[in-house]
């Protein structure tokens, strides 16, 4: 049973944007933290981003801070992850995650999340 949907990866050129969604199927109660990771080829997963449901309180990694943009829309249970200014060092397998309760110590620990997508895969190339 799929709970997380993620979609928007792709191919861009350096200097491009784009925009990757993950949807959760599931009720969403409680301090609930829906987060970006990524992981490069040979390389280990690593916080991109995470953003608090109730407070709309948002984190993000220093690589990415001032590029990419975290939000979310309670209605469509989707948070929507806006990447601007790509660059190579940006080509990864974006993954979102979700976890309840997670303190602001842990929000960019992928151990303190339940459950993961499948992955979505952003090139960033000339």
């Known amino acids: 049973q799929v709970e997380l949907v993620e979609s928007g990866g792709g191919l861009v050129q350096p200097g491009d944007s784009l925009q990757l969604s993950c949807t959760d199927s599931r009720p969403i109660s409680g301090s609930y933290v829906m987060g970006w990771f990524r992981q490069a080829p040979g390389k280990e997963r690593e916080f991109v981003s995470a953003i608090r449901w109730n407070s709309g309180h948002t984190y993000y990694s220093d690589s990415v801070k001032g590029r990419f943009t975290i939000s979310r829309d309670k209605v469509k249970k989707t948070a929507v992850l806006q990447m601007n200014s790509l660059q190579s060092e940006d080509t990864a397998i974006y993954y979102c995650?979700?976890?309840?309760?997670?303190?602001?110590?842990?929000?960019?620990?992928?151990?303190?999340?339940?459950?993961w997508g499948q992955g979505t895969q952003v090139t960033v190339s000339s």
């Open positions: 995650a979700v976890n309840h309760g997670a303190i602001s110590s842990t929000i960019g620990v992928a151990a303190a999340y339940e459950y």
